[in-house]
């Protein structure tokens, strides 16, 4: 493992919550192929037969059969689970709503069924089964730059069209990066995301501190897409070099390097990435390029192509 990758893999904490009073309203949980029925009943049934322990049981959830906890987070925890009948393998998100704000549900990539109890939320999701970025880069290290490109290609592509819906994540990270069987970028955790307007601002800060772009850590006001630019260049630096272009050993550390913005270049990172990097960490968020703009830059149209959404 590189030493930057050992520092990347210290960083894996929250940041801000959003305050308890807020102007802002989130994204509704609406997602195609979410329906709002199913009963919350969890059930224990004991195993059919086959191969391993003893008649225990598994807890079930409508017609899933929930595995094993994948993932936990501070409101929720994923479950691996699997249909009964047709045997295909789920993620499960189970969230306390009694730790939530109504407008903090929470939207999820190929959301396929929503069940509700009384005290709970069943989210049954697509499963990604490679995993987050996140751990594929501690596991590995550095990718190449050629697999980069593909993996934030993907990952662009997807924000742009959250750009151009009017929604912006807020807290893009390698950690809410996840991997299909086939390697493919799935954009997860979608808990801080917003509609916005242009011309008005949000005022909730939140994200984790290494993607955090400087208004953040200054308590500014912000429209959005900004916000999404600084943490999309953050994962760029980290997908190429195994490591964060800025780090500290405590939160002021960080925020004084963060509103320094500077950043080591590698000697392997293609003048391409720098030239992509220099316009995505501006320090002034209205010089910083939006996601349209830095794909028209004739300098990085060798490194992102535009993904044309139907």
Request: net charge positive; glycine share 10%; hydrophobic share 35%.
């Amino acid at each position: 493992m590189s030493s930057g990758t050992k520092m990347l893999s210290t960083v894996k904490e929250g940041f801000v919550q959003p305050p308890a009073l807020s102007s802002e309203h989130s994204v509704p949980p609406g997602s195609s192929g979410a329906s709002g029925a199913g009963s919350g009943r969890v059930t224990g049934r004991s195993h059919g037969g086959g191969g391993g322990g003893g008649g225990g049981e598994e807890p079930h959830i409508g017609k899933y059969r929930l595995l094993k906890t994948i993932g936990k987070g501070n409101f929720a925890k994923v479950k691996l689970a699997k249909h009964v009948i047709t045997g295909e393998e789920v993620a499960i998100k189970i969230i306390d709503k009694t730790q939530l704000n109504p407008s903090s549900l929470q939207k999820a990539i190929k959301l396929y069924e929503v069940i509700t109890a009384e005290k709970t939320l069943y989210l049954v999701m697509e499963y990604a089964s490679g995993g987050e970025v996140f751990d594929y880069l501690v596991a590995h290290g550095r990718m190449k730059e050629k697999e980069a490109r593909v993996k934030f290609r993907q990952i662009v592509s997807s924000v742009q069209y959250c750009h151009q819906k009017h929604v912006v994540h807020r807290d893009l990270k390698a950690e809410n990066l996840l991997l299909d069987a086939d390697m493919n970028i799935k954009i997860a955790d979608f808990g801080f995301s917003n509609e916005y307007s242009p011309g008005q601002r949000l005022d909730t800060f939140c994200g984790s501190p290494p993607y955090a772009a400087p208004e953040l850590f200054q308590g500014k006001k912000y429209e959005g897409p900004e916000v999404d630019v600084w943490s999309l260049g953050v994962i760029l630096y980290t997908l190429v070099s195994g490591s964060l272009p800025f780090d500290g050993q405590n939160l002021k550390e960080l925020r004084e390097r963060v509103l320094r913005g500077k950043y080591r270049i590698p000697f392997y990172m293609s003048t391409d990435c720098e030239a992509l990097l220099k316009r995505m960490l501006v320090l002034n968020p209205a010089k910083r390029h939006s996601l349209d703009a830095v794909m028209k830059l004739r300098q990085v149209l060798r490194y992102l192509i535009p993904y044309e959404y139907p």
